[in-house]
């Protein structure tokens, strides 16, 4: 088995890339799909945030606003989230991996893996990229997304460039959806280990 960390920064097109990876037919673990169901409605990790962070959950379970407000810029507060949802998103990973054990290529959808050191329990990284300008054209088209939020949120994101850096291929979302699906077909038939 070989394990790819999919990441990229915000708004690069992580989430398209990973769905065609999916459709090539790797099984992938979505990290903020499984923070979203661990934070959703009775979520395993919704008392403790509640514990750590009062009024920022309810009966939907966390309001990702109101944590927001609660730990962005707040160094120690953060440090306090992560110490309750990577442990709880580290059990989900080891359950993912074991329920795959026989796939060839598993991706981890990851969008902080060099900044939370996953880099190391991979085996390739791919990283996500396109145009800054593209990249906040996307990003503040989001529903109550300012230009506050999107500088707090990179500067807790290694730059992109950084990240590039350290991948094992680049994949680009500044091009057409056949391009960037191109480059997914090339990543998995580079890695897919020969059948004979």
Known sequence: MITIGLTGSIGMGKSTVAAMFAEAGLPVFDADATVHRLQGPAGRVVAAIEAAFPSTTGPRGVDRTALAEAVLGDEAAMR?????????????????????????????????????????????????????????????????????????????????????????????????????????????????????
Not at 93 to 103: I, S
Not at 138 to 160: C, F, H, N, W, Y
């Open 80 to 196: 306090r989230l992560e110490a309750i949802v990577h442990p709880a998103v580290g059990e989900e990973r080891a359950a993912f991996l074991t329920a795959n054990a026989d796939a060839p290529l598993i991706l981890f959808d990851v969008p902080l893996l060099f900044e939370t050191g996953g880099d190391a329990h991979v085996d390739k990284i791919v990283v996500v990229s396109a145009a800054p300008k593209i990249q906040s054209a996307r990003v503040l088209a989001r529903p109550g997304m300012t230009s506050a939020k999107l500088e707090a949120i990179l500067a807790r994101q290694l730059p992109d460039a950084s990240k590039r850096a350290r991948a094992d291929f680049v994949i680009a979302t500044d091009v057409t959806l056949e391009e960037t699906r191109a480059a997914v077909a090339r990543v998995v038939a580079c890695l897919l280990p020969d059948k004979d």
